[in-house]
């Protein structure tokens, strides 16, 4: 059964070309201007930092490993950077989506993942509730 789309479904567009984006939960990340659209909203990233959203928003809400991020930044370089690179621009990046309802979070010794703030915010309260009752 194919699914009916809704006629009032907004739609997103690249302010760049105009054409019509793939959503995933709101987010779009354009690897080839280096730039992601949240919510409508257009913010420019270096090269890795939109190789890197593009890699967590592709996994949301699991956990990327940092060995896997490296790998996706960096390829197989011969002079790869070390692994704390990646938390620096994951930093810069947290800055950026801070304007966003979007939220990178760490799992220390794991890696990192993407999370919406909202569910993250009712899923907090409905384990206080579950708590408390």
């Not at 739609?11 to 949240?38: H, Q, T």
Request: net charge positive; proline share 4%; with cysteine.
């Amino acid at each position: 059964m194919s699914k009916i789309p809704d006629k009032n479904q907004q739609k997103y567009f690249c302010p760049v070309c105009g054409n019509s984006l793939k959503k995933r939960d709101k987010i779009s990340v354009d690897l080839e201007f280096n730039m992601a659209v949240i919510d409508g909203v257009a913010i420019n990233f270096t090269p890795q930092q939109a190789v890197i959203l593009h890699s967590l928003a592709a996994r949301m809400p699991r956990v990327i490993e940092i060995w896997l991020l490296m790998d996706h930044v960096y390829g197989l370089e011969v002079d790869q950077p070390y692994a704390k690179i990646i938390s620096v621009q994951v930093c810069k990046m947290r800055k950026k989506l801070a304007m966003t309802d979007f939220r990178i979070r760490t799992l220390w010794g794991k890696g990192f993942y993407l999370v919406r703030a909202s569910s993250e915010n009712k899923q907090i309260a409905n384990h206080i509730e579950g708590k408390i009752k």
